[in-house]
């Protein structure tokens, strides 16, 4: 058996993101606190954020903007100019936040970077993503990039066939199962499961049952050594 | 001399896209009539989207985000509800609009496409310019689709040489002088600059003098004549 490529997911694999999307969860639930307690608000965010999915897409402006809209909704249309300034500075926070890389990741992308052609498999922002991968200095180690609006089957097909020499030689590594994981192994490929500290609740899947190609590591450390015995 | 690939611009090359634009400044316009002249509105708004380019990028969700800052700038940061439920109602439309491609697109594309590879090179909301690309039947004739966030000089280059056969044998087409023509012809590959009757200030640039690869066409039905004669 043979691994030529290795996939990695960027948010919450290579950097700290939801973490950055809580914190401003927690201050827009500040900010409408008069009009419904954390789980209420929570909710309704959630819902919109379903609901515009298919127009937004994921990302800082799609999420700012469902923000903005939520707020008017638990306002019955009416939310104060002021909150909608608070929430738009927000989204322009989360756009400017500096990156940080997690624990092991510039390690081991480094080792592997040695042996296999990386290319980072992402859904967001085009610019926001570009801006994070060059402020997390990781931007050389990668053979390509592919920021993608979704994540399918099909998506890993064609990006390792593109990229790499198919699927069948490649690993897909991420914290969602339901992104990362179980589309990699429906396309033939591997995938690990790395996970993040929290996951959005978009992202939630089932473990995969004893699949061949499937791992799950603690730490994105653990990796190299996992991929290296497999190739 | 040989020509294998042919770049496209999407937006106001194959279709409508600035028009939908001006409607919505009709319509920012209206909203603050009590609030400014349409060109002091105009101005602050084109202030607004240019400091935000590096934030935001291109498209449909940061110019609605734009809007929004602008409409509380101009209201001395008291826009009234009304007026951004109004603005986020202006950007779903843009963003659900029907995709009508310009005249002759369908013919050009379809003769090009059995003669050359056909790559789509656009700025813009990843998920937006995918809606509109399957919306306007024209997906299928393109070997490569690259959105981007920037189309500079090493932009073609990468482009040209990842889907093609590099920048000496491709041709970029579009309607934008700065963006799809100067870049390009900077890379090393022809250039055709095809005018919409719009084009957005921010992409305006004089025309190259004496190049011997730019071309300057009335309609993107003359394209594959022109491209022909220098294959």
Do not use: C
């Not at 639930?29 to 608000?41: F, M």
């Not at 990668?142 to 390792?160: L, P, Q, W």
């Not at 066939?161 to 198919?166: I, V």
């Amino acid at each position: 058996m043979s691994i030529t490529t290795v996939g990695l997911d960027a948010d919450d694999t290579l950097w700290h993101n939801e973490t950055i999307f809580r914190l401003t969860h927690d201050r827009f639930v500040a900010l409408l606190a008069d009009h419904g307690d954390r789980d209420t608000i929570e909710a309704r965010l959630a819902g919109t954020e379903q609901r515009n999915l298919r127009l937004y897409g994921y990302g800082v402006k799609g999420f700012t903007l469902s923000m903005i809209e939520t707020a008017m909704e638990l306002t019955g249309g009416e939310a104060p100019p002021s909150v909608v300034r608070e929430i738009l500075a927000a989204g322009r926070e989360m756009l400017a936040h500096p990156v940080e890389t997690l624990p092991g990741v510039d390690e081991a992308l480094a080792a592997l970077s040695e042996r296999y052609r990386l290319v980072l498999v992402t859904k967001g922002d085009l610019l926001d993503q570009e801006r994070k991968l060059a402020a997390s200095g990781l931007g050389d180690l990668f053979a390509a990039i592919e920021i993608v609006s979704e994540k399918e089957r099909g998506t890993y097909d064609r990006v390792f066939t593109r990229h790499g020499t198919g699927p069948d030689e490649a690993v897909m590594a991420g914290n969602s199962m339901k992104s990362d994981v179980l589309p990699a192994l429906a396309a033939g490929a591997f995938a690990v499961h790395i996970p993040y500290a929290i996951t959005w609740a978009h992202e939630l899947a089932d473990a995969p049952e004893n699949h061949p190609r499937f791992g799950a590591l603690d730490s994105i450390a653990d990796l190299p050594a996992w991929i290296d015995e497999r190739a």
